[in-house]
């Protein structure tokens, strides 16, 4: 998937003047691993430390890059917060921010979510529609209809237009996109792969974790 990276400083778009487009990507993930929020974002816990992931079910950099944050996540420290949304940053992408969502609202996201990201990109099963990926939850043991019902709600409605406004303040423009305590937000392109921006989530947790 093409993602556009913002540079903080004019000085940082000065240096890439003059490069040829297909070495851009690198010398911005090595000039500038993340950018600070002009504007923090309130943290769903401010008694936490909070890392948020932005991702899409269809994106297969966010399926390469879930066993790295899956593992980060299952041995983060206890002042750590981990939080996913599902913003539509396109169109297309409404039917799955509406299955995240749903699953989230009854409570099935352990039994949904990575099934999901394999019957996608490891079956590559069509779940593009809400009917198919209702009936996909019903395979899996959570009610079809209830499924379909929530993915059409005003539960789930208002979670999507919360992920987007967030996603927007944030200035996110692509998935993976992270966002660490509300501060600062980095990728994995902006950090030069999947080891990279763990440590860096690693680094940003304890500077917030130094300010507290």
Known sequence: MNKREFLGTGLKMALLAGMPLAASTTAIAQAAPYQTLKFPQNTRNPEKIEVLEYFWFGCPHCFAFEPAINEW???????????????????????????????????????????????????????????????????????????????????????????MKNAMDARVSGVPSVVVNGKYLTSVSMAGGHQQIIQLIDELVERERKAA
């Open 73 to 163: 996540a299952a041995n983060r420290p206890d002042d750590v917060d981990f939080v996913r949304h599902a913003p539509p940053l396109n169109k297309g992408w409404t039917p799955h921010s509406e299955a995240f969502y749903a699953v989230e609202v009854l409570g099935e996201t352990e039994k949904f979510f990575e099934p999901m990201f394999n019957a996608i990109h490891r079956e590559k099963r069509n779940l593009r529609d809400r009917k198919r990926i209702a009936a996909f939850a019903g395979e899996l043991g959570i009610d079809e209809q209830k499924m379909l019902d929530t993915m059409k709600s005003f539960a789930v409605n208002s979670r999507i237009r919360q992920s």
